[in-house]
């Protein structure tokens, strides 16, 4: 591990791609690319701060142009950053804590893949810090990062996904955007009568994309999304299917990057998309008449599942007070105002909006006032795919509802196997 952090200082300005060897037999690959910032010299006395994230390289050249540096000048330091994916994270991580010698100072990592990482006490307490971050950022978020009453994880990239419509088609035919689950079935219908074909799209590609969009439509029923079968989820399955005989036949297709295109395409007039695809689908594709809003309350109430990355530190930080000063930089209004304008990333942050006039921020605070945190499982994964399959035979295949008496049965024994 050390001859890979010593060739990332030998070059710092080019690129590599390393394998990471696992202990107890195990190899996992990832991509690591060095990502340094401004500093072309290091001085003996400067410090070195290890961190991770997961970006686009569009991502990454912000913030090895923006964000790096003016915290490397201020702190006398040098950033090394690395790209690993969240699935690869928590085995590094327990490499680096049997060792001792942990080669990562602070991570960002998905906020729906933090529980294995505290079952396996791989991060940091962070509770002393609450009260001081809180005081930046929207509270509720840190509700994310509470494990057993600890802090563990400080959220800096909230995530919420909005509703998109096009402004001209629904004023065609004397639509307006729905405001009620009766109201979106009834615009699906008129597009298909009208259109011989559906405009609505529905997240049906399966994994997170699909999970993720239903789980807030089953809070907002009034159901536990684990339970499969209770009135909530019962009447979010049954509503999905009659959504879904009404819905574009590219909602087999969609998730979170293929909906931007065909929305932008008018494939669809109306979707429910993360905020990044307002810029892509008017500055990209040049769009006109995008209208965007935060949605709609569900039988019970309004409910949107915020997503996001959080902050940890791992344990065996070398450098644990200057990742503490990278995280409340990170938080600071300088940084999340570059995530809103050149990002266009949601920020955690309620004054970092005043850096840009898109009205997705007004719909992104909106959602985020019924704001819900997914519940942090380690069986997070089983349980996608227990959904993604009960999703295919009850919404789109149309096969008997009361199927959700089984999947109920398979989801305790899954629990079970946990406790």
Sequence with gaps: ???????????????????????????IPILIFTLPGACMETKPQQKVLRVSFSLTEAEWEIFRQKIFPPFENRNH??????????????????????SGKSQIDLFAQDNMELA?????????DLSEYADHHGKQIYPSLLDIGRFAGK??????????????????????????????????????????NREKVGRILIKGFGGNPTVTQIYEYIVSAGG?????????????????????????PDSKKAKWDTSNDYFARDSVYLMQNWPFGYK???????????????????????????????????????NRDLALQFIQYM??????????????W???????????????????????????????VPYWAEYQKLFEEAFVRIVIKGEDPALLDQFHDRMEKIKARYE
Excluded at 116 to 124: A, D, G, N, P, Q
Excluded at 237 to 246: H, N, V, Y
């Design 1 to 27: 591990m050390r001859q890979i952090w010593g060739l990332a200082q030998m070059k710092p300005y080019k690129k590599h791609l390393f394998t990471w060897r696992f202990l107890a037999g195990l190899l």
């Design 77 to 98: 330091c040098r950033i090394e950053a690395v790209q690993i994916e969240a699935a690869n994270l928590p085995k590094l991580l327990e490499v680096g804590k049997i």
């Design 116 to 124: 294995l990482l505290v079952k396996k006490r791989l991060v940091e």
């Design 151 to 192: 802090l563990l994880f400080i959220p800096f990239r909230p995530n919420v996904q909005i509703f998109y419509y096009n402004k001209a088609k629904f004023e065609e035919y004397g639509l307006m955007p729905p405001q009620s689950w009766d109201e979106w079935l009834h615009c699906a219908t008129v597009f298909l």
């Design 224 to 248: 536990d999304p684990f339970a499969f079968n209770d009135d909530g989820s019962k009447r979010t399955f049954l509503f999905f299917r009659k959504l879904w005989k009404a819905a574009s």
């Design 280 to 318: 892509i689908i008017t500055e990209k594709y040049g769009k006109k008449d995008v209208g965007v809003y935060h949605g709609f309350p569900g039988p019970r109430k309004e409910a949107h599942v915020v997503g996001g990355d959080v902050f940890g530190i791992p344990v065996g930080s070398k």
């Design 331 to 344: 938080l600071s209004k300088e940084v999340q105002g570059i995530f809103v304008k050149d990002l266009s």
């Design 346 to 376: 949601p920020s955690a942050r309620p004054d970092a909006y005043e850096m840009s006039s898109s009205p997705a921020f007004q719909a992104i605070r909106e959602a985020f006032q019924y704001g819900v945190f997914r519940k942090n």
